[in-house]
T-cell receptor, first 117, second 111 residues
């Protein structure tokens, strides 16, 4: 079965540089979520999109922005990178509520490991 | 924001059942109990979820107490590949969507 695709899988950047992470949801999934997992930490919710509109926002720095495109893929843009941004970034997708009932089980991608030097 | 409490670690012999407990005493009526696991640095993997009835799938069984204040995830025949951090997450209602990952339980399956 098709899974969530994230690219790149690894990314190394210098401080103050910009990074763009991409996420391709499972086909026919309309909601995308972004999570950040720092070293030794648990995943933390950043932001989500439903039908190309921002649906929820967590502890996402103002230096970060994201969007969902017409083909439902999503991009997380990170500017003025700091050492503390080094983390695993996971994207998850969920199907339309009509297919999953009330719940929206999230399916995660393999993650992008961002290292800021 | 975590609404669940789990033991930090457990271990289990390979081939035996692993029973992972979770307390969610403040769960509201429209909230579901989800279980995910994360094998070292991989993306979290969905296991199972339930509202009030016990559930079973090819991976595990979920037992929810009648008052819904606690649940147990059961891996019937644990293997070495089941070694992971297991997260019990309450989701739904006003927080529909985002998942709050608490500290989870590190399950170690030994030969």
């Amino acid at each position: 079965a098709a899974g969530v695709i994230q690219s790149p899988r690894h990314l190394i950047k210098e401080k103050r540089e910009t990074a763009t992470l991409k996420c391709y949801p499972i086909p026919r999934h309309d909601t995308v979520y972004w999570y950040q997992q720092g070293p030794g930490q648990d995943p933390q919710f950043l932001i989500s999109f439903y039908e190309k509109m921002q649906s929820d926002k967590g502890s996402i720095p103002d230096r970060f922005s994201a969007q969902q495109f017409s083909d439902y893929h999503s991009e997380l843009n990170m500017s003025s990178l700091e050492l503390g941004d080094s983390a695993l970034y996971f994207c998850a997708s969920s199907p339309p509520l009509g297919l999953a009932g009330f719940t929206d089980t999230q399916y995660f991608g393999p993650g992008t490991r961002l290292t800021v030097l | 924001d975590a609404k669940t409490t789990q033991p930090p670690s457990m271990d289990c012999a390979e081939g035996r059942a692993a029973n992972l407990p979770c307390n969610h005493s403040t769960i509201s009526g429209n909230e579901y109990v989800y279980w995910y696991r994360q094998i070292h640095s991989q993306g979290p993997q969905y296991i199972i979820h339930g509202l009030k009835n016990n559930e079973t799938n090819e991976m595990a069984s979920l037992i929810i107490t009648e008052d819904r204040k606690s649940s147990t995830l059961i891996l019937p025949h644990a293997t070495l590949r089941d070694t992971a951090v297991y997260y019990c997450i309450v989701n739904g209602g006003s927080t529909l969507g985002r998942l709050y990952f608490g500290r989870g339980t590190q399950l170690t399956v030994w030969p």
